[in-house]
């Protein structure tokens, strides 16, 4: 980017600050090949968000069959003077996987926090959604992060007056890309970042009949599938791989014992790929394991917070009782 259009942009974000990609193509290629040397081959699902996955996710969110945006929407909507007392005024607001930021909205009007915090994989939908959100709050002091929250990340502080309470805003259902395990250690490692006086909202995806999940990820327009299937043109194009399009299919089920929807990559034919100076073989039928998207009960999630140190205070559903928000304190 040239130095003028740099500061140019700058001044237009007024109060916007960005910091630094901590996610380096470096880690990108050795995740990958490391993952498809599993002997179930499998890739992290943050790898789906380049520019053309963000706005394929974006896309997933206005379907008819994909429930949580909408559910979760709503009921932040309907309960929002609620989980406002519940968070408190002027705190300062962090939001992982934050995205296009839209439910945020919601949050950002009522709860005038001193400041947000937005960390996000992607840059360009984090640079997109801050320029946006400067747009329509030109009060609002804006850190963008971006970087992986699963990683201990070092969150810029914006410095009020007095100490604020830190809230984590970690809504549509994100934590249940990781499996109990890591949302346990996650938990942990929020707990630490927000202190005592600190409190976390969280949207969780609860179980429910398996159609209506199965629906959810196998859509009919096929977006879903050109999410997951984009994970290889990303692949192919940063890391000149030869993912061969038509011999891969998009392949989403519900897995009840573990109680997650997977998302796999299947081979529809015995192939060799490369990447790099890499080749990995696929039977026929062989599959990349790309996402778990984990369903609780709410009893469940309950569970796995206080193991991760928060008592839950609140919990705040849709009309159908097909998400969920929590709000947790401290434990
Ligand atoms: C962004 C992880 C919440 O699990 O529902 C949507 C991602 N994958 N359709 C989810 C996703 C396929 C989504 N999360």
Same mark, same amino acid.
């Given at each position: 980017m040239a130095r003028d259009e740099r500061r140019r942009k700058t001044e237009h974000l007024g109060k916007v600050r960005f910091f630094g990609s901590v996610v380096g193509a470096d880690s990108f290629r050795e995740d990958v090949i490391a993952g498809l040397s599993l002997p179930e081959k499998a890739l992290s699902p943050?790898? =789906?968000?380049?520019a053309e996955g963000s706005r394929l996710f974006e896309a997933i969110c206005r379907l008819? *069959? @994909? @429930?949580p945006t909408r559910c979760e929407l709503a009921l932040t909507g309907a309960h929002i003077e609620d989980i406002a007392r519940f968070a408190g005024d002027g705190c300062q607001l962090i939001e992982y996987g %934050? $995205? *296009?930021s839209l439910k945020t909205r919601l949050l950002i009007r009522r709860l005038r926090p001193s400041a947000y915090v937005p960390v996000d994989i992607s840059e360009p939908a984090l640079q997109a959604a801050a320029k946006r959100l400067a747009r329509a709050y030109p009060w609002l002091n804006i850190l963008s992060v971006a970087g992986? =929250?699963?990683?201990?990340l070092k969150l810029p502080v914006y410095r009020a007056r007095s100490p604020e309470r830190l809230v984590i805003y970690f809504p549509g %259902?994100?934590? $249940?890309?990781?499996t109990p395990d890591e949302a346990h250690a996650f938990l942990r490692m929020s707990r630490g970042q927000i202190g005592r006086r600190g409190a976390m909202l969280v949207g969780v995806d609860l179980k429910k009949d398996a159609n209506v999940l199965h629906a959810a990820y196998n859509d009919s327009k096929g977006v879903t599938a050109a999410f997951n299937l984009n994970l290889l043109v990303r692949i192919n194009r940063q890391l000149g791989a030869d993912f061969d399009l038509k011999r891969f299919a998009h392949y989403a089920f519900y897995n009840v014992a573990e109680g997650r929807i997977e998302m796999h990559l299947v081979s529809l034919a015995q192939q060799t790929v490369n990447v790099g100076l890499h080749r990995f073989r696929f039977d026929v039928g062989e599959s990349i394991h790309t996402e778990n998207s984990c369903k609780y009960s709410v009893e469940e999630f309950k569970t796995l917070a206080l193991a991760g140190g928060f008592r839950t205070d609140r919990v705040w559903k849709d009309s159908r009782g097909y998400f969920a928000l929590f709000g947790l304190s401290a434990a």
């Amino acid at each position: 980017m040239a130095r003028d259009e740099r500061r140019r942009k700058t001044e237009h974000l007024g109060k916007v600050r960005f910091f630094g990609s901590v996610v380096g193509a470096d880690s990108f290629r050795e995740d990958v090949i490391a993952g498809l040397s599993l002997p179930e081959k499998a890739l992290s699902p943050k790898y =789906f968000y380049d520019a053309e996955g963000s706005r394929l996710f974006e896309a997933i969110c206005r379907l008819k *069959e @994909y @429930y949580p945006t909408r559910c979760e929407l709503a009921l932040t909507g309907a309960h929002i003077e609620d989980i406002a007392r519940f968070a408190g005024d002027g705190c300062q607001l962090i939001e992982y996987g %934050s $995205g *296009e930021s839209l439910k945020t909205r919601l949050l950002i009007r009522r709860l005038r926090p001193s400041a947000y915090v937005p960390v996000d994989i992607s840059e360009p939908a984090l640079q997109a959604a801050a320029k946006r959100l400067a747009r329509a709050y030109p009060w609002l002091n804006i850190l963008s992060v971006a970087g992986d =929250f699963m990683q201990p990340l070092k969150l810029p502080v914006y410095r009020a007056r007095s100490p604020e309470r830190l809230v984590i805003y970690f809504p549509g %259902s994100t934590i $249940g890309n990781l499996t109990p395990d890591e949302a346990h250690a996650f938990l942990r490692m929020s707990r630490g970042q927000i202190g005592r006086r600190g409190a976390m909202l969280v949207g969780v995806d609860l179980k429910k009949d398996a159609n209506v999940l199965h629906a959810a990820y196998n859509d009919s327009k096929g977006v879903t599938a050109a999410f997951n299937l984009n994970l290889l043109v990303r692949i192919n194009r940063q890391l000149g791989a030869d993912f061969d399009l038509k011999r891969f299919a998009h392949y989403a089920f519900y897995n009840v014992a573990e109680g997650r929807i997977e998302m796999h990559l299947v081979s529809l034919a015995q192939q060799t790929v490369n990447v790099g100076l890499h080749r990995f073989r696929f039977d026929v039928g062989e599959s990349i394991h790309t996402e778990n998207s984990c369903k609780y009960s709410v009893e469940e999630f309950k569970t796995l917070a206080l193991a991760g140190g928060f008592r839950t205070d609140r919990v705040w559903k849709d009309s159908r009782g097909y998400f969920a928000l929590f709000g947790l304190s401290a434990a």
